[in-house]
């Protein structure tokens, strides 16, 4: 029923989740701020994104999206695609709680300033990888996009280079929502997002 005839008509239903919704970020954010103060300035309203999906470039041509999702910003920043900096985002749909933390494909300004981040500081680097929190939780970080030769201008022998080619710096993770209640969905992001705070 991804059609916007049936939308119209059940609308009110939508409706009654959303703001469901809106009253979990907003749970959500008053948690967080306990271990990332910043986050106290999000607005939840901003922080969710709309059902609308951007179909301009997609072949498929689904007016809707089949989850409700946010992206919770430290300092009420913009949007990340909007090179909003790290962000710590959430989705529930189709059956699955997906979570991830940091910065996805951030514009060239941005992506350079955190490679130099790394080339400046490459001990506390080492330390965030091997965070062991965040591995336990995460893993490696995110290599989709990861460039086959190491960017202009950086030493191809630094030993951080494979970090440094990477397009994204970001951790993911995922599992099925099927027995989860309210308070266990709130206590999986507050858990995973403080354990990725370092990251952050």
């Not at 979570?99 to 506390?124: C, H, N, S, T, W």
């Not at 201008?153 to 929502?177: A, N, R």
Request: proline share 7%.
């Amino acid at each position: 029923n991804n059609n916007r005839a049936w939308f119209v008509m059940n609308k009110p239903r939508y409706d009654i989740l959303r703001a469901e919704f809106l009253s979990f970020v907003t749970e959500l954010i008053a948690a967080m701020s306990k271990f990332d103060p910043e986050i106290a300035q999000c607005d939840p309203k901003k922080a969710m994104f709309r059902i609308n999906r951007d179909v301009r470039f997609s072949n498929d041509k689904s007016p809707y999206k089949t989850n409700f999702s946010a992206a919770l910003i430290p300092n009420g920043r913009k949007k990340p695609s909007e090179g909003g900096g790290p962000a710590y985002y959430f989705q529930l749909g189709e059956g699955r709680l997906f979570f991830a933390v940091g910065e996805y494909m951030p514009p060239a300004d941005r992506l350079k300033a955190i490679r130099q981040g790394i080339v400046d500081d490459a001990e506390g680097f080492k330390k965030l990888i091997k965070n062991k929190k965040l591995q336990a939780r995460y893993g490696a970080l995110v290599e989709e996009g990861k460039l086959q030769r190491p960017p202009k201008g950086y030493d191809p022998e630094h030993p951080h280079i494979e970090y440094l080619k990477l397009k994204s710096m970001m951790v993911w993770t995922e599992m099925p929502l099927k027995g989860l209640l309210h308070e266990d969905v709130k206590k999986h992001l507050i858990d995973g997002f403080k354990d990725a705070y370092v990251l952050v």
